[in-house]
């Protein structure tokens, strides 16, 4: 007996609805745990940004509004006029009054109550001081985005680099994929250990090597000197994540139709122009994940400063998540640090929405 079409339909919509209900039932246990480790946490943190609360303190926390944020955020600008011979000119009457030190300045006058030094430089006869409540936050938030802008393209070339070169099948490529992969695996604090024996000034791998290869060399303390502790830990970083990237943009050149190469090589098209035209263009959806992503990783720079640096020298390898760490737990003060973590929730929201724009954007 022939079914009626409409029996059919009716049996499946209600067939949708029992699969639904049952994908719903399922999913209420990981629900559960996301609110439970995710989003209460979040909620918590919120409310405790919000007060003066310390860790460990028998003192009732107060609100406070958005003091702490106002605290992370706050800059000024102070100009102080230059004698002829450049030197600071501090003796003229502000409000009433001479001063002769900055820090009488600022100690005096309530507007600047509370702000520190954090940049000076002379332009036009004057000298400017930028002072912020929070000079070592500022300097954590430039040192965060100074990583995330050497290690992004660092990694991403090398990744790219090595995806082309072991593209293809063969057991002694799926060697060198599953060696450099090896590091993505491995405890990063196995990982940051190892590499501060290679980078010691006296007896470690790298001086020692570079020593045997230039005879003028002289041995650096590449942890230890401001001019070379952040791009050691970039170099450290690249080398240890990029395998994940490798696998992706292999995934990505797999996807890219050998036909395309092979009529270019008909047409008489070179490596770069096939390079150019067939494959950049096929890893383009490829490419922008790797880079958005690396990019929200790089973010999350904490586990080579705490082992390596502690966020220094001179606090030149302090980052936004080892201060929070730092100002919250450390120093227990938990409300502070909560609002360091909001704030740093923002910006990496900012960076998940501009990859929805832009691969929404390449879609259309």
Known sequence: MRNHPASNHEFTYTGLKNDKGKARLL????I???????VLPFLVAVTT?????RLLSPNQA???GIENYARLLS??????PLEAKGRPEL???YKGQ???KLRDLLRDNPEFNGYSVLYQFDIYNNKRYILAKDPLFIKSLFNTFKFVFMVVPIQILLALTLALVLNGEGKLRLTYKLLFFAPVVTSMVVVCVVWSMLYQQQGGLLNTALGNLLSDYQAIDWLRDPEWAMFSIVILSAWQGLGIQMLIL????KSIPQNLYEAAQLDGANCWSQFRYITLPGLKNTLIVVILSTTIFAFALFVQVDVMTQGGPQDTTSTVLFYAIEKGFRQQQIAYGAAVCIFYFALIVSFTLLQKRLISHDKH
Do not use: H, M, Q, R
């Open 75 to 80: 800059t000024k600008v102070l100009s102080v």
């Open 98 to 100: 001479t001063y002769s």
């Open 250 to 253: 292999l995934s990505g050149l």
């Open 27 to 30: 999913a209420l246990p990981a």
């Open 49 to 53: 940004s919000f007060t003066d609360k």
């Open 32 to 38: 559960g745990l996301l609110f439970v480790f995710l």
């Open 91 to 93: 003796d003229f009457s």
């Open 62 to 64: 107060e609100f406070v």
